[in-house]
């Protein structure tokens, strides 16, 4: 049977608190040979031959160096994060269509990526990867700050004061005495305080930018598709097909499979697609 395209696109956060490095991702993503400074730890995918592209794209403002050294890029992103359970960088996988050259599949996932995230300020490391098993997919590693004008990190967060219906700030009131809280500041008297809050600088992290860019990949990839071919992001139960979903396969099973091996996820798959046709 002919591959045919499927949609697959998952993202999720690389943390320091779950041991995770973003220098051995990036390591992976590009099938090169990375040094971690802040663990002293070499990560080397050099024997990696899946790997048949990679390259950085920079959002404005970035050093431009960046570019030219992933090793330089993912050590400054380490450096910076200097919390324990520090959020490093985001990952996105996306499957490639099969139908596609790969001219297509490199000038799709770089669309994809410029669009969504570099022009939005991140710097995004990816790579693609092809077993020549007929499920190419992308690696996309991305950062988690923008960039100030003079090239330096910029926040993830920033205090501001809690306003009323009628924008002004709101006291915060001591409850033994009802009267606002003072704050001694030394030799500088007596300081007013205000309700505040930390907010994200960004909208990177809001649940809904999750939908939106799975919603962008279908998009991208279903612009050099056929009508017959066309991806959807949504489940078959949001697009009212009376047909059942297939299940994530993931590299293992499909090593068992290519070894002459049955996985029972891919069985599973394979029974759901003939019902499917049925």
């Not at 090239?151 to 219906?165: F, R």
Request: net charge neutral; glycine share 6%; charged share 30%.
């Amino acid at each position: 049977m002919r591959n045919v395209a499927i949609y697959h696109c998952s993202i999720r956060i690389i943390g320091r608190s779950k041991g995770r490095s973003a220098v051995a991702y990036a390591a992976y993503c590009s099938g090169t040979k990375l040094y971690d400074k802040e663990v002293r730890k070499t990560y080397n995918y050099t024997g990696q031959n899946s790997v048949v592209h990679s390259e950085i794209n920079l959002p404005q403002n970035a050093p431009t160096i960046f570019a030219v050294d992933r090793n330089i890029l993912w050590d400054a992103v380490e450096r910076k994060e200097t919390h324990s359970a520090a959020q490093l960088a985001r990952e996105v996988e996306v499957a490639l269509p099969c139908e596609f050259t790969r001219q297509e599949q490199i000038d799709t996932v770089r669309e994809y990526i410029m669009k969504n995230f570099v022009h939005k300020g991140m710097c995004a490391d990816w790579g693609i990867h092809d077993k020549g098993d007929g499920n190419p997919y992308a690696h996309i590693l991305l950062t988690l700050r923008g960039f100030k004008p003079n090239g330096e990190w910029a926040s993830k967060s920033k205090t501001i004061y809690v306003l009323d219906e009628n924008g002004e700030k709101i006291p915060v009131i001591d409850p033994e005495t009802g009267e606002q809280k003072l704050r001694i500041r030394n030799g500088k008297g007596a300081e007013k305080l205000w309700q505040q809050k930390t907010i994200s600088t960004s909208d990177w992290n809001d649940r809904s930018k999750v939908e939106e860019w799975r919603a962008a990949w279908a998009r991208e990839c279903n612009k050099r598709l056929d009508q017959q071919h066309q991806i959807d992001h949504r489940s078959y139960d949001r697009q009212e097909v009376d047909k059942a979903s297939t299940i994530h396969e993931g590299h293992v099973a499909r090593k068992m499979e290519r070894e002459g091996l049955v996985s029972d996820r891919c069985e599973i798959n394979r029974e759901i697609r003939e019902l499917n046709e049925q």
